[in-house]
Structure formats: structure tokens, C-alpha cells
T-cell receptor, first 110, second 110 residues
Framework: GNSVTQMEGPVTLSEEAFLTINCTYTATGYPSLFWYVQYPGEGLQLLLKATKADDKGSNKGFEATYRKETTSFHLEKGSVQVSDSAVYFC?????????FGAGTRLTVKP | DVKVTQSSRYLVKRTGEKVFLECVQDMDHENMFWYRQDPGLGLRLIYFSYDVKMKEKGDIPEGYSVSREKKERFSLILESASTNQTSMYLCASSLRNEQYFGPGTRLTVT
């Protein structure tokens, strides 16, 4: 079946540090892959996505590459800011069968 | 911008009460979803609907029902609320593979 495993948190970084949050998926076929972000008190917002192998999704300095050979979609950012503090969810799937990881809480300290 | 709204941000109900959570989307999306979000478990699908009056069970439908009488509105019903249904409830609608989330309803059952 379709499932997602992402890096457990919490993750605490200093401002301008490099961020990686690991995400791997299992799926039949070729799912679309997503990263969502949830700021305190809010719902999830789509951060970036990739729909086929080797696609790179990017937004607000965040990037993730669809790696079919390693079934991974790791989230990276070169220099995090305090405003990036949030919970990040990796997701994999198809229209009506979307699976989410458990979420990784990121705290960025000034 | 897609807008998904939920009727309440916070709700406190008593055990045994019937609870209605409402969700409205303004982008004419065919698919709508109800999830619950619990720490360490990520998002789990309760029900989804792919058209008016059509519904499918998700992973954890027990204790819940849904209603979709109009395309823009998808309601989640807790027939007899129990304390283990205390959670954050998220509604989403989707276009192709992208899901758009509402702000969530934090429900406490005492």
C-alpha cells in the first residue's frame, strides 16, 4: 500500500543553518509527492510538490527532488529563518488516496 | 485563491452529544476530505466525497458519518461524541492531486 515515513522531530536549528528533513515513501505505481507546512493555529498549506521522477519542487527557498531509485523526497533549505518555525508534513499519493507522514516540528532560534 | 472554511475553530462538547462540523469550499472542487490530526500520528483520513451525495470510508470511519448535499459543503457528524474523539479535525478539497486545507477545528469532548 501507500505510506510515508518522515524524520521524527523535533528539530531545533539556529537561524541561517542548513535544513534537511528526510522523507521516504512506499507506493504502487508513481505517486505525486508533496511537502505541506502547518504554522501554529492554522491548517496545512502546500509548500511544494513533484509529480514524476527527477522533478524538483521548490518554493520560498525550500527544495525537494523526487528520487524514484531511493523512494525519497527529502526537504532542504540552505538557510532557515525564525519564520520557518512550523510543522512540516510529507505526503504521497493519488487524488483520493493521499498518505501523510507524522510531521516534523521545526524550531528556528535567532 | 482557493478558500476552505470550517464552521468553528474551537469546540467543546460533552460525551454523548451529536456534533456537526461544517466545511465549505469556494472553488467548485469535486473531491472533499475529512481528516483528524493527532500528535505523532499525522493526518488520518476519516471520509472523503468525490461528488454530491457520494462518499467513501477512509482509514478510521468508526464513530463518524458525513453528508454532502451540495458540492461546496461537506459535513462531518459525530453521532455520539466520545472522549477519544478529542482531536484536531481538518477539512480539505482537491483539484487533481493538490489538496487545500481549512484552518481546522479543535474539538474537545469532556
Amino acid at each position: 500500500g501507500n505510506s510515508v515515513t518522515q524524520m521524527e522531530g523535533p528539530v531545533t536549528l539556529s537561524e541561517e543553518a542548513f535544513l534537511t528533513i528526510n522523507c521516504t515513501y512506499t507506493a504502487t505505481g508513481y505517486p505525486s509527492l508533496f511537502w505541506y507546512v502547518q504554522y501554529p493555529g492554522e491548517g496545512l498549506q502546500l509548500l511544494l510538490k513533484a509529480t514524476k521522477a527527477d522533478d524538483k519542487g521548490s518554493n520560498k527557498g525550500f527544495e525537494a527532488t523526487y528520487r524514484k531509485e531511493t523512494t525519497s523526497f527529502h526537504l532542504e533549505k540552505g538557510s532557515v529563518q525564525v519564520s520557518d518555525s512550523a510543522v512540516y508534513f510529507c505526503a504521497s499519493g493519488y487524488n483520493n488516496d493521499m498518505r501523510f507522514g507524522a510531521g516534523t516540528r521545526l524550531t528556528v532560534k535567532p | 485563491d482557493v478558500k476552505v472554511t470550517q464552521s468553528s475553530r474551537y469546540l467543546v462538547k460533552r460525551t454523548g452529544e451529536k456534533v456537526f462540523l461544517e466545511c465549505v469550499q469556494d472553488m467548485d472542487h469535486e473531491n472533499m476530505f475529512w481528516y483528524r490530526q493527532d500528535p505523532g500520528l499525522g493526518l488520518r483520513l476519516i471520509y472523503f466525497s468525490y461528488d454530491v451525495k457520494m462518499k467513501e470510508k477512509g482509514d478510521i470511519p468508526e464513530g463518524y458519518s458525513v453528508s454532502r448535499e451540495k458540492k461546496e459543503r461537506f459535513s462531518l457528524i459525530l453521532e455520539s461524541a466520545s472522549t477519544n474523539q478529542t482531536s484536531m479535525y481538518l477539512c480539505a478539497s482537491s483539484l487533481r492531486n493538490e489538496q487545500y486545507f481549512g484552518p481546522g477545528t479543535r474539538l474537545t469532548v469532556t
